[in-house]
């Protein structure tokens, strides 16, 4: 069975604080992304990878980063919270280019005080 | 990317058909229609996609007008658990980088 996983279901920090939200997919999977969910807002796209070490911005990369060393694993990095990225963290992968479905993982619930 | 315009909310008794609405006026000829779905606390789950003839699988069909300004996505016999929020999504289907541009989706109820 296919699998996403997502290292925390819920975190709370401190506005200024670095975070480190890692996913981790076993599918063997090319594209890895990164999307924030808002209510009102659907998703919206952090960032992705379409291979080790290559990342692309999305719509909104603005106070975040990311990292792929390994093919399997694909982090979004905070370097210094604020409150106002509180929100859904959801990462998905996908097979190859073309491929036209993307397996989510359950999300990380990240709340910035 | 076109964009999509979905009702926020719609509601549909258990046991009957639930028809969700999608205009995509926009829509070029390369483009795919996709329908996503996600249910409370989980991460959103791929249902169904057609560029321009009807489609089905064994979670729904997909219904998509002639001149392809919009479709209709059906759950042909809803239960509680298709309660859901339901993302129209259309898009190329290019080579990489394949992002999916969520709008808010139309909240599916499934009343008992």
């Known amino acids: 069975d296919v699998k996403v996983t997502q290292s925390s279901r819920y975190l709370v920090k401190r506005t200024g604080e670095k975070v480190f939200l890692e996913c981790v997919q076993d599918?063997?999977?090319?594209?890895m992304f990164w999307y924030r969910q808002d209510p009102g807002l659907g998703l919206r796209l952090i960032y992705f990878?379409?291979?080790?070490?290559?990342?692309e911005k999305g719509d909104i990369p603005e106070g975040y980063s990311v990292s792929r060393e390994k093919k399997e694993r694909f982090s979004l990095i905070l370097e210094s919270t604020s409150t106002n990225q509180t929100s859904m963290y959801l990462c998905a992968s996908s097979f190859q280019a073309g491929a036209y479905e993307q397996f989510f993982g359950p999300g990380t619930r990240l709340t910035v005080l | 990317d076109a964009k999509t315009t979905q009702p926020p909310s719609m509601d549909c008794a258990e046991g009957r058909a639930a028809n969700l609405p999608c205009n995509h006026s926009t829509i070029s000829g390369n483009e795919y229609v996709y329908w996503y779905r996600q249910i409370h606390s989980q991460g959103p789950q791929y249902i169904i996609h057609?560029?321009?003839n009807n489609e089905t699988n064994e979670m729904a069909s997909l219904i998509i007008t002639e001149d392809r300004k919009s479709s209709t996505l059906i759950l042909p016999h809803a239960t509680l658990r298709d309660t859901a929020v339901y993302y129209c999504i259309v898009r190329v289907r290019g080579w990489y980088g394949q992002n999916f541009v969520f709008g808010p989706g139309t909240r599916l109820s499934v009343l008992p």
């Open positions: 599918m063997d999977h090319e594209n």
């Open positions: 990878s379409y291979d080790v070490k290559m990342k």
């Open positions: 057609g560029l321009k």
